[in-house]
């Protein structure tokens, strides 16, 4: 059973630490363990006090890195909105080139 319950907290300690870190392939990976063993956790039978208690924080640490990364894709997605907004400007750029370059 002390098995599990540091099983619980290692686990929770990566995805918290990956997802502060914004290690986006650590995050991935912590969460491929997670779904491991997603039966085992859901059942939780016949577990301890302290295992449970490690179970909380488990699932505060899984909250906190969803919200971080809902949080990181709204970044990227108002920063992929503003490329978009400027693509014609850089278009036009490219195709006409350096307005300096014409005038030495």
Not at 3 to 26: F, I, K, N
Not at 60 to 77: F, P
Request: aromatic share 6%.
């Amino acid at each position: 059973m002390a098995d599990r319950q540091a099983r619980l907290l290692r686990l929770a300690g990566r995805l918290s630490h990956a997802a502060t870190m914004r290690d986006w392939a650590e995050l991935a990976e912590a969460d491929a363990e997670l779904r491991a063993h997603a039966a085992e956790f859901a059942a939780r039978e016949h577990w301890s006090t302290a295992e449970l208690r490690a179970f909380a924080v488990l699932e505060h640490a899984h909250l906190q890195a969803r919200e971080r990364c809902a949080c990181e894709a709204e970044r990227t997605e108002a920063r992929m909105a503003e490329l978009r907004s400027r693509r014609s400007g850089w278009m036009a750029y490219a195709l006409n080139g350096d307005p300096d370059e014409s005038n030495p």
